[in-house]
């Protein structure tokens, strides 16, 4: 961290408003243009939520009463010298601030400390900075911290490589977690962002950028198939440390290989049917191109927003779990009759269904809609939209059947009806028969 990082004061809820009139060109941007936005696959396999008994709760009587504190986290850097650390320390105590965590995170000149703080809640972010500023700490960033800050750091590192290692979907959230709040972008193989934007370069040029020390608030690291993972966090600048656990994520993921969890869930339509929903991956390409020409032009044309000789071009990018989730449904024969995507876009979320023709109106893509948006709220997504016509009475229907607070936006035809997840996403409609792991 350098000297000229300006003091700040942040909460978690300080986030800027967004705009959210789309032009006509943005909302039939292709599935290519998205393949550049942030990634933060959430943590389900198929998206079931088994229901749960609801109890209220409340402190016990004989529970003592407990003074009120709040939980900070604050970085500042300080000079590497003996005793600077403990004159900020003796600040913190003098205002009653408690010290519950500490990392290290050396620089060149100077350490970035890391804390995690207890702090009466009379004490405000601005009164503790101040202190710090007082015992030399310099670059002061702080914000609020939760129940969950508590997990010690090592622990937390361990955590995020077992999930990393059972699922090759959660090395973007893994690095969202470790990180923070950053902008994860992938690059295919000849392309290297600059200041925000792509540059095509030859192969051998991105990949010599593909990796170094953090570049102040933006950090390069080389992609396991071969591109280029950029994360940006524009309010903190990264450290050494930082990045080298990043890259260790990346290189267990390397490693690895891809993979998904092998599960599925069996479930019962109204009619009857038994069909299957699984992850799906780019091992159903096949089985999903033959899909698309049992589908109808107007089915495809409802979903893909674009030329219908061009849907098959886009599995790869819909299949790939660098870019989101995929679900796939399969009927008792093993027939692929429906997919529901996924894709991350910064803080809100796209999702996007596909039902063959034969299989519609069965409750397939309100099922599929549900798990999806499960998948979102678990991710910690704050909404999810979908991209459709007006005249596609299935997916507003399907939409509005989720329950959650809805806003409509409509263009030249083209509706956006955006869903907040700040209210319980629904769970699965349908009957389980059973759920099983998926053989080899």
């Not at 005793?83 to 965590?101: E, K, P, Q």
């Not at 028969?433 to 080899?440: I, L």
Request: overall charge negative; charged content about 25%; proline content about 7%.
């Amino acid at each position: 961290m350098t000297s000229d990082m300006t003091d700040a004061v942040r909460t978690k809820n300080d986030r800027p408003e967004q705009h959210r009139s789309r032009g006509p060109v943005a909302l039939l941007r292709s599935w290519w243009e998205r393949r550049t936005h942030d990634h933060a696959p959430p943590k389900g396999d198929t998206g079931a939520r088994p229901p749960a008994d609801v109890r209220e709760a409340g402190p016990s009587e004989a529970a003592p009463a407990l003074p009120e504190a709040v939980l900070w986290r604050m970085r500042t850097t300080v000079r590497d010298e003996p005793g600077s650390l403990a004159a900020l320390c003796t600040a913190l105590a003098g205002r009653r601030v408690d010290i519950l965590s500490l990392q290290t995170h050396p620089l060149a000149e100077g350490t970035v400390d890391e804390f995690l703080l207890r702090a009466p809640a009379e004490v405000d972010a601005n009164a503790v900075t101040r202190a710090v500023a007082q015992a030399g700490g310099a670059g002061t960033w702080i914000e609020r911290a939760d129940a969950h800050d508590l997990v010690d750091a090592p622990t937390r590192i361990l955590g995020l490589a077992t999930r990393t290692a059972l699922d090759s979907a959660e090395l973007p959230l893994a690095l969202r977690q470790l990180l923070g709040r950053c902008s994860i972008r992938s690059l295919p193989a000849g392309a290297v962002g600059v200041d925000g934007a792509d540059m095509e370069v030859p192969v051998e040029g991105a990949l010599a950028h593909a990796e170094g020390a953090p570049e102040n608030t933006l950090m390069r690291l080389r992609a396991p198939e071969g591109g280029v993972i950029t994360v940006e966090r524009p309010y903190l600048p990264f450290t050494p440390t930082e990045f080298a656990r990043a890259r260790a994520l990346v290189e267990l993921d390397a490693q690895l290989g891809p993979r998904l969890p092998r599960r599925q869930d069996v479930l019962t339509l109204p009619q009857g049917n038994a069909i299957t929903v699984r992850r799906a991956g780019p091992h159903d390409i096949d089985a999903a191109k033959a899909m698309h020409e049992r589908c109808s032009q107007r089915t495809l044309g409802l979903r893909y927003h674009g030329p219908i000789g061009d849907a098959d071009r886009y599995l790869n990018h819909l299949l790939s779990p660098r870019f989101g989730r995929t679900l796939a449904v399969e009927t008792a024969s093993g027939r692929l009759v429906g997919l529901g995507h996924l894709l991350w876009d910064g803080d809100e979320t796209e999702v996007a269904l596909l039902v063959e023709d034969a299989w519609q109106r069965r409750g397939i893509g309100s099922e599929l809609l549900g798990r999806l948006v499960t998948m979102a709220a678990e991710a910690g997504c704050d909404s999810v939209y979908a991209v459709t016509q007006s005249s596609n009475t299935g997916m507003v229907a399907a939409m509005r059947g989720l329950g959650l607070p809805l806003d409509y936006q409509i263009e030249e035809g083209t509706l956006v009806i955006t869903a907040r997840l700040d209210v319980t996403p629904v769970s699965s409609r349908l009957p389980y028969d059973h759920e099983q792991p998926v053989g080899d």
